[in-house]
DNA sequence: CTGAAAGCGCTAACAG
DNA sequence: CTGTTAGCGCTTTCAG
């Protein structure tokens, strides 16, 4: 690996200069420079990042923390954090977490040995070691799609979960459902709470109540989903309609109510939250809560970024809308 | 941020001290040690990773190549990566080329830079711009999944793709089936052609053949396995059972055929490829190979890492184990 | 416009 | 066992 001092003296000038030739063509003269960049191409030099990054104290890299890389919601997320990591020549550090404690701490710690220059979390925990909360508190985050319980410091990305919850709400009822069941997120999660808050709301706006054997609790997961609709449909007063908290717990909700021999929507609708891809491909496709999130990922990044770059990290909420997407798996409840 | 110099100045030891105390504890008194190791925890002191490494010459991460995140396969490759990178202190930057050369450009020059101390590619292509290879020539790369098409400078990590397609086909020829169609990945891509030519093989050992027309170009996602199922089975000579290279296009073709009322598997088998998570909840569950992700990422990893350290790089071929898994999707062809 | 030199934080000889 | 010192490759003053 050929180094700026090897380039400096194939073109008969200072190391200083050949930087300044990388860096900032327009600080030295035009012979110096083209003198400098055929010594580059002659030895095949390539700027070493890593000790660039070093001599500015920074790594240039971001870290996220993920609850789950298999869930494609999460992917897409990452595809817009990394688009916009890309445009601001920051590269992405991935730590899949598994919502297990220990990784988060252990990959939320790279931003404390700098390694990363930020954090964007993912998932709805703080993600540092309570020993290391002093020096961690300096270091930037962000959280986006899910929302740290009683933590306001950092700023949140995320979607409008009471509002999209209530317009599913209101999409059930007016199709003429009364008994409805809820698939949860995990209850410590402050958007599961957003969603459950909202869809009650909304319930009894309409003189409705949520009955609270109707409210299981899942894990995001398809196998929970289905766990979930099978309490549901075999309680005495089972629903007629049934929220999912996200798809994949709408896809095994579906996968089990047919199982157990009913047909849907005719004899009981599944509606989920995210829109993966994979909710147009179910059977019936998957009435659902679409979330821009790409977008989330890359408004995430962008103000991470900002923050890095010196803007004071303080608490704020930047609520992106939902598109309540409606297909076959939910339909007029007939008595 | 404090540093090495301040945990010395603390504890009246030399930075020389701090450091072995911190790297190889044996190295200095115990007295010393705890002396130092106070002074660490008075300073909250965290050793400079980037710094660390920029000594060293090394970043200790390493760049993974996705052709697509959204992809749970990949997403699975990837957890076994990130796995093995961390038990062996590395961590793993993320690249998603969305099959598109520049990105894959892009990210692979980052190892050209320093930023990363090898690749793990797991799509087909050679990663470098041209204009790279011969600096690239000394990267240390595994392929992992795919395979580079003419290029056998690198390890390959790889399932028995020709073996797995032969086991479909032999399972498919043994419900009955003789018209069966193909809906392949992208034809460049070696894995592409390995399969197809199993299932040639298999059934040409079964006297039969593969009808050219009942071969169609699939993208490995659900939208192309649909286009490829309509095309399939609108035709004349429709297939009694179709084998889709992945199972996103066995989801989008199971969706086509019954949007076109055929049912399945009474009227169209269906089988697919890689076992994601989501082809158990298809209905009917779904027919196909599961190959081993994690592990796949696993054992690219620890290649990778081998050759990191100084092991030559050099072609070899590592292949794992697949297991056919019939579930509902695939059934006795009548006639 | 260019060069010399200091320094980023840490590691690793080399002495003692 | 410990301290001194020389880098690692680059950026960035500070002079000229």
Redesign the pocket.
């Known amino acids: ?1 050929s ?6 003296r194939r073109s ?12 900032d063509p ?8 083209e003198r400098v960049l055929k010594a580059v191409e002659e030895a095949g ?4 990042q ?3 990054n ?4 920074k790594s240039f890299a971001v870290m996220v923390l993920v609850p789950n890389i298999a869930n494609p919601f999460f992917s897409k997320v990452i595809r817009g954090i990394e688009k916009a990591a890309q445009d601001q020549g920051y590269s992405v550090l991935l730590g899949d977490t598994k919502g297990d404690t220990a990784h988060e701490q252990f990959y939320a710690g790279m931003a404390l040995t700098n390694q990363a220059d930020g954090l964007i979390q993912l998932g709805g925990c703080y993600p540092f070691a309570e020993k290391d909360a002093a020096l961690a508190a300096s270091v930037p985050m962000v959280n986006a799609c899910e929302r740290i319980a009683e933590d306001d410091r950092y700023p949140v990305v995320e979607l409008d979960n009471s509002g999209a919850a209530q317009a599913l709400a209101r999409h059930l009822i007016g199709l003429g459902h009364r008994r409805i069941g809820v698939i949860t997120g995990p209850m410590k999660s402050p958007i599961v709470r957003d969603r459950l808050a909202g869809f009650e709301e909304e319930m009894q706006r309409h003189g409705l109540t949520l009955n609270t054997e109707l409210v299981v609790n899942g894990e995001f997961t398809m196998p929970s989903g289905a766990e979930g609709a099978q309490k549901l449909l075999s309680s005495i007063s089972a629903p007629t309609a049934i929220f999912c908290m996200n798809d994949e717990m709408a896809i095994g909700a579906i996968h089990q109510a047919k199982k157990m021999g009913l047909q849907i929507p005719t004899d009981v609708s599944v509606a989920g939250f995210d829109n993966i891809e994979f909710s147009q491909f179910t059977d019936p496709p998957l009435t659902t809560v679409d979330q821009p999130a790409e977008a989330l990922g890359r408004y995430a990044m962008e103000t991470l970024r900002q923050i890095i770059d010196g803007k004071p990290m303080k608490s704020s909420r930047t609520i992106l809308p939902f598109d309540l997407v409606v297909r076959g798996s939910t339909d007029r409840y007939q008595d």
Do not use: D, W
């Open positions: 690996m180094n700026i001092r090897e380039v400096a008969g000038v200072s190391v200083a200069t050949v930087s300044r030739a990388l860096k327009q600080m030295v003269s035009p012979r110096t420079r030099y390539r700027p070493n890593l000790a660039r070093f001599s500015s104290g």
